[in-house]
């Protein structure tokens, strides 16, 4: 009896270990978009590869940030660039509020006027494809 019981908890910590959470699944693919959507206006890009995703709808400011390349052929160890964007809302229409590339940060409040220069010329692309 004891072998019965040992095998059932054996078999049930087994499937247990099988069945597993999946991984969190995105937050809001919209505000994603409008993050990939700053990326490429800023890098002058039709196109980026987007590695891992995540988003942040419930956080003031909502945002997103996520690993990109810009390779066509884009390997997994090619996604080590990372953008981070905030926005006033987190339905559309977002407002750019602020976003950073690797460790530049451009925003309305920036101390390098080419770095508020960059942050309008964004947010201006990103009103125009309303």
Do not use: W
Not at 64 to 79: C, G, N, V
């Amino acid at each position: 009896m004891r072998h019965v019981v040992f095998a059932a908890a054996a078999a049930s910590a087994a499937l247990a270990g099988l069945v597993q959470a999946p991984p969190a699944a995105a937050q809001s693919p919209q505000l994603e978009q409008a993050c990939v959507s700053v990326a490429k206006n800023f890098l002058l890009v039709q196109s980026i590869k987007t590695g891992i995703v995540q988003s942040f709808p419930e956080l003031d400011p909502p945002g997103a940030r996520l690993t990109y390349s810009t390779r066509e052929d884009a390997k997994p160890t090619d996604y080590n660039n990372e953008i981070d964007c905030q926005f006033d809302k987190a339905a559309p229409p977002f407002g750019l509020v602020r976003f950073c590339i690797s460790k530049t940060c451009y925003g309305p409040g920036e101390q390098e006027p080419e770095n508020r220069r960059r942050f309008e010329e964004v947010k201006a692309m990103m009103a125009r494809q309303k």
